[in-house]
């Protein structure tokens, strides 16, 4: 079984920064690829950046230049670092990690999210 713990969330003012963590835990074995999703209140959920072994990065075409992923493979570790922050980025950010357990099964497990709220 794999655990994702998402820490960071917080209230922010419009052109604030924040940094999410995402912390993997369990029968690793190959940690393949981490991602962040996010889901705002009356929307479907949407992925936000990937992170994928070796380093490769992905982040949704409207967020690039203010969001970052970034990770720790040695710590089962992401980071989402969101700059710039505006209203419309308020949603309960959900980290996402899929690859194999030590017994040699797949998995694709998701954290309980942290919220983000964007307000003045």
């Known amino acids: 079984q794999v655990e994702l713990v998402e820490s960071g969330g917080d209230l922010v003012q419009p052109g604030g920064s924040l940094r999410l963590t995402c912390v993997a835990s369990?029968?690793?074995?190959?940690?393949?690829?981490m991602s962040w999703y996010r889901q705002a209140p009356g929307k479907e959920r949407e992925r936000v950046a990937l992170?994928?072994?070796?380093?490769?990065?992905n982040v949704a075409e409207s967020l690039k230049g203010r969001f970052s992923i970034s990770g720790d493979n040695a710590q089962n570790t992401a980071w989402l670092q969101m700059n710039d922050l505006q209203p419309e980025d308020t949603a309960v950010y959900f980290c996402?990690?899929?690859?194999?357990?030590?017994?040699?099964?797949?998995?694709?497990?998701w954290g309980q999210g942290t919220r983000v709220t964007v307000s003045s």
């Open positions: 996402n990690a899929n690859g194999v357990t030590a017994r040699g099964g797949e998995f694709d497990s």
């Open positions: 369990g029968s690793i074995f190959i940690l393949a690829s």
């Open positions: 992170l994928t072994r070796p380093g490769k990065t």
